[in-house]
């Protein structure tokens, strides 16, 4: 069982915006800016698309945003098209007990 | 560019130890801390902890707390896993990861993945 809190799965038709919530707790997201988010396709390596909450690394499109409020996290993709059809997946620093990070269970993202 | 390189797959016997490696290039290896984080047959990821290759330091995450070891070899640029006492649930893809050049929390640059199979 993941300690941040992911749906299994969501779907959205092309053109469309989805949003997926990632839900921790005070110690974790709501402690810390440090909030990132991976893309993995399958029998790939996770690909980060978002970084400290609301950033993006270079390359990544601009249809992906990030944000925050309160212990929970969200991934919101505008425009859906095909190719983001994959797995998502969350993740946060903490410094609960000791320094970690933490990972979402994963989120499938079916583009219909 | 930045690239992770990793060792092949390996088939071990439970109670057996495993060590893999990835090679770093493209840019200064004592620059950045490296991750590893290891993902089960159709499961989510799962952190396993960071060494910093420029002394050394490691930072393990409590589920593997005495049976991972991480080191590096600075000469190579290179940073070895080490998972000992294996069992049948470890089987899986283990990856390095080089965090972002803005801080130390992501992971940025990603191997191709060790896939690690466990079996009698």
């Known amino acids: 069982q993941s300690v941040l809190t992911q749906p299994a799965s969501v779907s959205g038709s092309p053109g469309q915006p989805i949003t997926i919530s990632c839900i921790g707790t005070?110690?974790?997201?709501?402690?810390?800016?440090?909030v990132s988010w991976y893309q993995q396709h399958p029998g790939k390596a996770p690909k980060l698309i978002i970084y400290?909450?609301?950033n993006r690394p270079s390359g990544v499109s601009n249809r992906f945003s990030g944000s925050k409020s309160g212990n929970t996290a969200s991934l919101t993709i505008s425009g859906l098209q095909a190719e983001d059809e994959a797995d998502y997946y969350c993740?946060?620093?903490?410094?609960?007990?000791?320094?970690?990070?933490?990972f979402g269970g994963g989120t499938k993202l079916t583009v219909l | 560019q930045v690239q992770l390189v990793q060792s092949g797959a390996e088939v071990k016997k439970p109670g057996a130890s495993v060590k893999i490696s990835c090679k770093a290039s493209?840019?200064?290896?004592?620059?950045?801390?490296l991750n590893w984080v290891r993902q089960a047959p159709g499961q989510g990821l799962e952190w396993m902890g960071t060494?910093?290759?420029?002394?050394?330091?490691?930072n393990y995450a409590q589920n593997f707390q005495g049976r991972v070891t991480m080191t590096r070899d600075t000469s190579t640029g290179t940073v070895y896993l080490e998972l000992s006492s294996l069992r049948s649930q470890d089987t899986a893809v283990y990856y390095c990861?080089?965090?972002?050049?803005?801080?130390?929390?992501?992971?940025?640059?990603w191997g191709q993945g060790t896939l690690v199979t466990v079996s009698s």
């Open positions: 990861a080089r965090v972002g050049s803005w801080g130390a929390y992501d992971s940025e640059y």
């Open positions: 493209g840019y200064t290896f004592t620059g950045y801390y």
């Open positions: 060494i910093n290759p420029t002394g050394g330091y490691t």
């Open positions: 005070s110690r974790d997201i709501g402690a810390y800016d440090y």
């Open positions: 400290e909450v609301s």
């Open positions: 993740s946060s620093y903490t410094t609960y007990r000791r320094s970690s990070t933490l």
